[in-house]
Nanobody, 124 residues
Framework: QVQLVESGGGLVQPGGSLDLSCEAS????????VAWSRQSPGKEREAVSC????????IWPDSVKGRFTTSRDVEKNIVYLQMSRLTGEDTAMYYC?????????????????WGQGIQVTVSS
């Protein structure tokens, strides 16, 4: 049973940083692409990043490029989303998701396994 658990969310002030972790159980992230997406109330889910063993890390929305990075620790089976210079627009529920394979993609349908999500709130 593939399980993903997000951690590291919470309340952060504007301009601050936060690192999210996605810990995988019962599978080795080395052979999986792991993506992060986010969803704010009233908005559609937005793909944020993807990490794969072959292609490395990809960041998609222009709004987070230069501020967000993704990386993975294969030994610990954790994929990270490092976020900096956060703004109120980054407030959302953040989800990690995985699919078996090394190709990244933004479409949610590509990923059969999802974590429960974790809240990130950027506010003073």
């Amino acid at each position: 049973q593939v399980q993903l658990v997000e951690s590291g969310g919470g309340l952060v002030q504007p301009g601050g940083s936060l690192d999210l972790s996605c810990e995988a159980s019962d599978f080795t992230t080395k052979y999986y692409a792991v993506a992060w997406s986010r969803q704010s109330p009233g908005k559609e889910r937005e793909a944020v990043s993807c990490s794969s063993y072959i292609t490395g890390g990809e960041i998609w929305p222009d709004s987070v490029k230069g501020r967000f990075t993704t990386s993975r620790d294969v030994e610990k089976n954790i994929v990270y989303l490092q976020m900096s210079r956060l703004t109120g627009e980054d407030t959302a529920m953040y989800y990690c998701a995985a699919h078996y394979g090394t190709e990244c993609g933004a479409a949610a349908s590509r990923y059969p396994w999802w974590g429960q999500g974790i809240q990130v709130t950027v506010s003073s």
